[in-house]
């Protein structure tokens, strides 16, 4: 399951970097809340109240609006949600991005039918036993 993750991350990369994209590493320790309405973690921060960052968002909004024409991230996610199941969204790996479009949404939603069907064709090429095994 661990090759599968990990390829999984590769292949997003590979994608991002295959469009031109920048990755970028945001902060994971803030001086506030960087979404409303989610809950976070707080923190004491060398006598300063901090907490864990709830998503990349802010950071890859200012990128693209200081003329990068894509950017992305693989990192840790914190949202202090209660959410009693044996599955939590407190903290995750988010694969994120985000990409200037100039007419419609959609233009979004082609760049994600893409990546997804690149990352499930490699998946399948690459990693076919391993597929088999969980399978």
């Not at 292949?11 to 309405?37: A, D, M, Y």
């Not at 024409?69 to 985000?98: K, Q």
């Amino acid at each position: 399951m661990f090759k599968i993750q990990s390829a999984v991350g590769n292949l997003f990369r590979e994608f991002c970097n295959s469009v031109g994209w920048t990755e970028i590493h945001t902060p994971k320790i803030l001086g506030g809340t960087s979404e409303g309405g989610a809950e976070v973690f707080r923190l004491d921060y060398f006598g300063q109240p901090a907490c864990l960052a709830q998503s990349p968002q802010l950071y890859k909004q200012m990128a693209v609006a200081s003329d990068f024409m894509g950017v992305y991230e693989i990192g840790p996610v914190f949202r202090a949600e209660n959410s009693n199941t044996p599955r939590h969204l407190c903290e995750f790996v988010g694969m994120d991005f985000e990409v200037p479009f100039k007419n419609h949404y959609f233009e979004v939603v082609d760049i994600i039918g893409e990546m997804f069907g690149y990352i499930f064709r490699e998946l399948n090429k690459r990693f076919k036993t391993e597929l088999e095994i969980v399978n």
